[in-house]
């Protein structure tokens, strides 16, 4: 059955010491104390009725406002299209040398409407120039030219799309189209959504994410155009990723930035005007770095806690993240207030695998809603054979 597991002020202090948690397979139904600690005030983002901002270093919501609020994306959709590529080529089915020769209905139909590449019926252009077009000028004709060459048919390419948002937790987004260009709703997604595809986009492809995303300029055939990032050489530390406008929707901005190895991802969707959009991104970026430093409570490695291993030939294994265990923290901040618990199926039954994940440290900051912070076997646990059998049962004894 589940263990849901208290950390005490005391051990969250013993942790900051650099000290693990003891053993962790008491249950209880509380799970800690909340931080009062003062929370800084965000600045006014009325621009942007839909508004999220997320410190990947910790995984935490530093601001939201109807994230999880349904709406139209339009070009942001392309975030999405060029995810589904960068795993293509991850997987070896697209490169990016691979050239693709313009089909008649691309050139009819998509050709100069909307953000455009110009592609003409019969061209031939690599997938490195269709990345870089759609991913800096938004080229509603560059996402259907690769989505037919990449899997034989829009309708394929859309299907993988939403493989992937199922696949990274989007439950509240679909996608009908890989440009995002109006069909009658069915594109749809939420800022909750946009932020996870984001987190993946820069966490699973790190060197495309480089190579494609956040130019100011793209040049195509003798055709200048600008990217309308709204970050991208105002701000310290952005690289993009997305802008988006309909009528329908508004305009949208799914972005990024980094400082200090510290990275912040953020959504503003729905404002009546780019000026607007650009004015919420930029004080709700620079309201997230100014207001919040990073402090770092467990080490890459560390043990965090030990979970109690059932017909193993250890009793207990070591927990461990996968990466350092920060926080993001104001001004008055005090660790004895935060609020953690430990989960996992308790107690784990051997043989266990040394970077099984097994376990789930919960954290919530200043009251907001908590974030997960996986964990994973330190070491492997084989069976126990009968000598270590007797010794559990012996040593189990009253414990």
Request: with cysteine; aromatic share 8%.
């Amino acid at each position: 059955m589940p263990r849901y597991t208290k950390i005490s002020a005391l051990a969250l202090l013993a942790l900051l010491a650099g000290a693990p948690l003891g053993g962790v397979d008491m249950p209880t139904a509380s799970a800690g104390t909340r931080l009062q600690a003062p929370v800084p005030t965000p600045p006014d983002a009325t621009q942007a009725p839909i508004a999220l901002l997320v410190d990947l270093s910790s995984g935490q919501t530093l601001f939201a406002r109807d994230a999880q609020r349904r709406f139209v994306p339009a070009s942001l959709t392309k975030v999405m299209t060029l995810f589904t590529a960068f795993e293509l080529m991850q997987a070896g089915k697209l490169t990016s040398t691979q050239r693709i020769t313009i089909s008649p209905e691309v050139g009819r139909e998509w050709g100069g409407r909307g953000s455009t590449l110009f592609l003409q019926e019969g061209e031939q252009v690599s997938v490195d120039q269709l990345l870089r077009g759609i991913a800096t000028v938004s080229a509603n004709d560059g996402c259907i030219a690769l989505a037919e060459a990449a899997t034989g048919s829009v309708e394929a390419w859309i299907g993988l799309m939403n493989a992937h948002a199922r696949e990274l937790g989007m439950t509240g987004s679909h996608f009908g189209t890989p440009n995002g260009w109006m069909d009658e709703g069915q594109t749809f997604t939420t800022a909750h959504d946009l932020a996870i595809l984001g987190k993946a986009l820069v966490e699973r492809h790190p060197q495309l994410y480089q190579r494609y995303i956040g130019h100011k300029t793209l040049s195509f055939e003798g055709i200048a155009q600008q990217n309308h990032d709204p970050l991208i050489g105002v701000f310290d530390g952005a690289d993009g990723i997305k802008t988006g406008f309909t009528r329908q929707a508004g305009y949208g901005y799914l972005g990024s930035a980094e400082q200090n190895g510290r990275r912040l991802m953020m959504v503003v969707a729905a404002s009546p005007a780019a000026p607007q959009r650009a004015k919420a991104a930029r004080a709700l970026m620079g309201w997230g770095f100014a207001a919040f430093r990073s402090s770092t409570l467990v080490g890459e490695g560390q043990p965090v806690a030990y979970a109690k291993v059932q017909d193993g030939a250890e009793r207990s294994v070591p927990l461990v993240a996968h990466q350092p265990i920060s926080l993001a923290v104001a001004d008055g901040f005090t660790p004895d207030r935060v609020q953690y618990s430990l989960r996992y199926e308790g107690p784990l039954q051997a043989p266990l695998t040394a970077g099984q994940q097994v376990a789930t440290l919960d954290v919530a900051v200043n009251g907001a809603p908590p974030f997960s912070i996986p964990l994973y076997a330190e070491r492997a646990v084989p069976r126990a054979n009968a000598w270590q059998r007797v010794r559990n049962g012996v040593t189990g004894i009253g414990s």
